[in-house]
């Protein structure tokens, strides 16, 4: 079966707003289920539609209105709703056997013998998890044991999960009130190519004083036990900032220098989204811990960490198991993800992608003022919105405006504050990524002449 024959969008049924969302069943669902369901998310509250389905790069809400997905659930479903093959691989194991521990099945082993033939390097020890989080705790316990050391850096504006040592390596403030960072997790700045903080004379990113700044920082702020370094390849809630070509080699080299491992959190920028199945092959950068989380299992809860061969006994100190991973039913969905990306060639379709938006959003740039920047690395993208193209100061209004505005014309996604954050499935047609586009130009349009 051919891309095409399962997930095509005929637009001129796409979008279908029939109802204004979110409409009477929308707020009916919502109301019932949120008397209960707490801790929505900014997203949620700002637009609260009730979804029913979703196929392929579409969705419809409870009243019938069918969207244009942009957000792939939250960077989850990156070969898009329901596919045939990983729907197919997750009944046929509900139905053949649920769990059994972490015991050997033939459905694992398979999956563990096509995981060490797609990535890079040697990176051919694993284990799994139900969630990102999960993943990262084990991650960072493998770098200690692998060290022996305790300390853990990590960069401002990553985000890595939502338990006390992966908040620890992020902004504590938003997911854990009142709780202070953990003991021995330090955080340093990374560089934003948008918003440097150390330039050279000709306005470009200068990686050689951040990592300088490190050199001071690991010399004068740690311990002296610094087990890993642990970074997102490309920030995803951080509003999908990619780095300088040149800093993640630098990155790797300070890392080699000082003995200290590199921990890659690919929870969200791997298995395709941004046209790699890891994202720091883009920078022929090879870290020596790797969660792979969200698209992995393409909804279906499974994740994992990947170290290189001399670490892999190093899995044994950590008793690494848990209640969850690896279920024959993960197995499979993920089995089945890599195989359809496979198939289906979707790393070279993301990176046709990317080319195909970024020359729409750059053409964009010359219409629309309150544009500052846009980024995509795969379908991994942004478009940041600023009052002032010379001050780059945020311009949250806007964002929040725009988001409603697109969501409300047929576009499901998930910006976050100023920064238009999208995450299209990799499976996307040409023709629907740009109706998508236009989607949010004409909402950035209005937006420009009513907040003008
Ligand atoms: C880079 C990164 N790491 C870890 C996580 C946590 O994953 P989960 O929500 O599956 O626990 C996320 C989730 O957004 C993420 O983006």
């Known amino acids: 079966m051919s891309r095409t024959d399962w997930a095509h969008v005929d637009l001129t049924k796409y979008p279908n707003i029939i109802t204004t969302p979110p409409g009477p069943k929308s707020k009916e669902w919502h109301d019932r289920c949120t008397k209960y369901f707490k801790g929505l998310s900014g997203q949620v509250k700002l637009f609260p539609v009730a979804f029913e389905s979703g196929k392929g790069c579409t969705l419809r809400d409870v009243d019938g209105n069918d969207y244009i997905d942009f957000s792939s659930g939250i960077y989850v479903t990156t070969l898009g709703h329901c596919h045939?093959?990983?729907?197919?691989?997750?009944?046929?194991?509900?139905?053949?056997l649920m769990n059994a521990h972490d015991f050997t099945t033939p459905i694992k082993t398979k999956l563990?013998?096509?995981?060490?033939?797609?990535?890079?390097?040697?990176?051919?020890?694993?284990?799994?998890?139900?969630?990102g989080t999960a993943a990262v705790e084990a991650g960072v316990r493998v770098c200690r044991a692998v060290t022996g050391q305790h300390e853990m850096i990590s960069f401002f504006n990553d985000f890595h999960g939502k338990t006390y040592g992966a908040v620890s390596m992020g902004e504590i403030r938003s997911s854990v009130y009142g709780a202070?960072?953990?003991?021995?997790?330090?955080?340093?700045?990374?560089?934003?190519?948008?918003?440097?903080?150390?330039?050279?004379?000709?306005?470009?990113?200068?990686?050689?004083?951040?990592?300088?700044?490190?050199?001071?920082?690991?010399?004068?702020?740690?311990?002296?036990?610094?087990?890993?370094?642990?970074?997102?390849?490309?920030q995803g809630w951080g509003g999908s900032v990619i780095p300088p070509d040149d800093f993640l080699p630098k990155l790797r080299a300070f890392c080699d220098k000082h003995k200290i491992l590199l921990m890659a959190d690919e929870v969200l920028t791997s298995m395709g989204r941004t046209g790699k199945f890891l994202c720091c092959e883009h920078w022929d950068v090879l870290p020596d811990v790797v969660t792979l989380g969200k698209g992995f299992g393409n909804g279906f809860p499974v994740t994992a960490v990947a170290v290189r061969e001399p670490h892999k006994e190093s899995f044994e100190a950590i008793s690494a198991s848990s209640s969850y991973g690896g279920n024959p039913m993960a197995c499979a969905a993920a089995l089945a993800c890599i195989e359809v990306i496979e198939e289906e060639n979707l790393l070279e379709r993301a990176v046709h992608l990317e080319k195909l938006a970024?020359?729409?959003?750059?053409e964009m740039m010359t219409r629309r003022k309150i544009v500052g920047e846009v980024r995509a690395k795969g379908c991994l993208m942004g478009i940041e919105m600023v009052k002032d193209r010379a001050t780059k100061e945020p311009f949250d209004e806007a964002g929040k405006l725009v988001y409603q505005k697109a969501f409300a014309k047929g576009l499901a996604w998930v910006p976050a504050g100023h920064i238009l954050r999208m995450s299209p499935p990799i499976i996307m047609e040409d023709e629907v990524l740009i109706k998508g586009l236009e989607i949010i130009e004409e909402a950035i349009e209005e937006t420009e002449r009513e907040l003008a």
């Not at 045939?84 to 053949?96: F, H, R, S």
């Not at 934003?192 to 702020?221: H, Q």
């Not at 970024?358 to 750059?362: G, I, S």
């Open 112 to 131: 563990m013998e096509k995981l060490a033939e797609v990535l890079p390097g040697d990176l051919s020890g694993f284990q799994l998890y139900d969630s």
């Open 358 to 362: 970024m020359k729409y959003m750059t």
């Open 180 to 234: 202070t960072r953990a003991p021995g997790y330090h955080m340093m700045p990374r560089p934003n190519p948008y918003r440097p903080m150390w330039t050279k004379c000709d306005g470009s990113v200068d990686t050689d004083a951040y990592i300088a700044f490190y050199e001071e920082y690991l010399g004068r702020a740690t311990a002296h036990q610094v087990a890993a370094i642990v970074f997102e390849p490309i």
């Open 84 to 96: 045939p093959k990983i729907t197919e691989a997750v009944q046929k194991y509900a139905g053949v």
